[in-house]
Every structure is written in C-alpha cells, then in structure tokens.
C-alpha cells in the first residue's frame, strides 16, 4: 500500500467482488435457442480499499466494462457476490438498489452522450440533488450547484450554459460534478479520459486525484491504456478474454511485470526518452485476441503467449500469490 494510500484508509475493504461471472447468451440458433455463450467475464475477483484506486485495464473486449456494469449493477451477475460497504448488493430490490446506488456513481467516457442536450448544465446538476431527496430548498439547491462547479474547476456562469457549447473537457467535468452530486464513496470511472485530447488528459486525471484527497472518493478506473492509469491507480488489475490475468500494486505491476500478457501491454507504451526507445526489446502478440464465444482450452493466453508450453493449452493457470501482494495467471510466472 502506498504511503498516501495508507493515510487515506485504514485497510478496509469498501468492494470486495469474488467469483464474478457474466454470461451472455447469443441468439441465433434453431427455433430462437441460443447459439452460444458469450462468458464476457469469467470468474473475477477483487477487493478496492476505501480512498484506493484500482485501475482495470484490458483490450477491448475483454470484460472490464461488464465489469463495471456488474458492481453498478446495471448488469445481474450470472454468478458471484458484489459486497459494497458490507452489503451483498447482488441479491437486492430494485427499491432497495435504488439506495445503493446512489453512493456508487459512474463517470463515462463519452459525456456528450450522457448528458441532456435541452437541460442547462445548471439543471443537469440539480436534478439529482433532487430527484434523491438530498436538497429539497431550490435556493440550497443552488448553492450546490456553484459549489459543484467551483469542484471540478468551472464557473458559476457556467450553470447557465447548454452541453453543445462547452469543450470536450469541460463536458467531462460536468460529468464528474454531477457524479459528485450524489455524494458517492465509490466512482467508476469508465474511460473517462480516452476521449479527450493528451493535453486535457492529464488535467482531468490531477483533478479526479484532487477530489479523491479532498472527498475520500474511492475509484475503479477502467482504460485500455497501461500509461493511462499508472499515474492514478494504487493497484492494477490486467483483464484477458474475461479474467484477471495479473495483479499487484503499481509499482511493482510496472517495474516487474509476471504476466505475459501485462509484458507484451507495457512493451507496446511508448517511452518519451528515444535512446530508450530505439533500444528497448519490443514484444509482439500474435493474432487478435479470441472470441468470448469460445474462449480457447487451459490458459486462455496459450494462442498468443510467446513463452507458452504444452502444459498452457491443457490445465488453467489459478491467480495465485507469486509475491506478497503480486499475483498471476502463469503456470510459469
Ligand atoms: Fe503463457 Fe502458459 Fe503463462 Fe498462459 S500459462 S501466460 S500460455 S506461459
């Protein structure tokens, strides 16, 4: 655990997913039976510690956004628990989800999308603070909405502005205000960045740190980019083809990669220095990544792994605890 970790939790898990199962199946058969299973995830399990950040970190398709789905539930697990602050959410209501959810938020990659293009951002902000019963005097209303602004480093003039005629960056802010607007100890972050210029990047990523230090948010961030999440995560988790492949704090995930797979993701970040650039060993994965239909036998990397024995196409590789706290889907790691 990190120092500033350490500072912000006292261990406690605020997440804790095990055994996390999502199938979907896909039409197409004879007499509308199902063709097939789509398994786009496949047995995960985690744990974030309140005021942590995991980062969640795949190519596209391998499950990370079920994923996320999944401990929002805006996905039922086929199988698994989702315990958040103490309680297993899976099982729940509708009615009583409706009250989960408010302290989980999502923040999206696309915010255009996500945001009314006929309200003002002003009235964006506000809905949910009433909507939820959270601020019933409109005035206080108001006065939270600045506040709000003021957070994710906008004006209060720019309440009275539409979606259309804000930046990219500062629709991703909005984004986050109304997020904060539920006064969540968890945030998913899925992609938030992935949209948006390098530049605006980074200053959207110090802000999401800023609040996390000043609120004690906690987040699963989600990206497709290892250099994207090294800056924000405490710990990573690599998915492949719907598991968790490896998984260990920040440092040691970059410095000393287990993984195969996690090696081939990181040789392909490009380092800002040439002369290392130029002189580094590149490692190239073979053809794509396989279908989720009929994810392939033993180690489901075994098609792609330059290192891969007989042993990988027969028996599955566990997660298991290589070093403390650094774990692996390797029969060789
Ligand atoms: Fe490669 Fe085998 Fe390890 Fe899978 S188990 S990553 S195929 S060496």
Redesign the pocket.
């Known amino acids: 655990m990190s120092e500033a970790l350490a500072e912000r939790s006292n261990g406690e898990a605020l997440l804790d997913v095990s055994g996390l199962v999502k199938h979907f199946a896909v039409g197409g058969g004879l007499f509308g039976a199902p063709a097939g299973v789509v398994r786009a995830v496949d047995g995960v399990d985690f744990t974030i510690r309140r005021g942590e950040t995991l980062g969640l970190v795949g190519e596209s398709g391998c499950g990370k956004t079920t994923t996320g789905r999944c401990v929002l539930q805006l996905e039922r697990p086929t199988h698994g628990r989702i315990v958040f602050e103490g309680t297993d959410i899976t099982g729940l209501s509708q009615q009583d989800l409706r009250k989960v959810r408010r302290r989980m938020q999502v923040i999206f990659q696309d915010p255009y999308s996500s945001l009314n293009p006929r309200m003002t951002v002003g009235e964006i902000l506000a809905e949910p603070i009433k909507v939820h019963g959270i601020i019933a005097d409109p005035a206080k209303r108001e006065l939270r909405v600045s506040e709000l602004l003021e957070q994710v480093g906008l004006l209060p003039q720019h309440a009275r502005r539409y979606p259309h005629q804000l930046s990219g960056g500062q629709r991703q802010r909005v984004g986050i205000a109304r997020a904060l607007a539920m006064e969540p100890s968890l945030i998913v972050c899925d992609e938030p960045v992935s949209a948006l210029d390098v530049s605006i990047q980074a200053q959207i990523i110090n802000l999401l740190e800023d609040l996390q230090s000043r609120l004690g948010l906690t987040y699963l961030f989600i990206a497709h980019d290892l250099s994207v999440v090294r800056h924000i995560s405490d710990r990573v988790a690599v998915m492949y083809l719907g598991k968790v ?1 490896e998984l260990a704090d920040r440092n040691a995930l970059y410095e000393d990669p287990l ?3 996690t090696r081939a993701l990181l040789s392909a970040v490009p380092i800002p220095d040439p002369k290392l650039e130029a002189t580094r060993e590149r490692m190239v994965l073979r053809g794509e990544v396989p279908s989720a239909l009929s994810p392939p036998s ?2 489901v ?2 098609p792609r ?1 330059p ?3 007989d ?2 196409s027969a028996a599955i ?1 566990p997660l298991r605890e290589i070093r403390p706290s650094h774990w692996a ?5």
């Open positions: 492949v993984h195969p797979y033993g180690c990397f075994h792994c290192i891969a024995v042993r990988c590789p889907a390797c029969h060789l790691a």
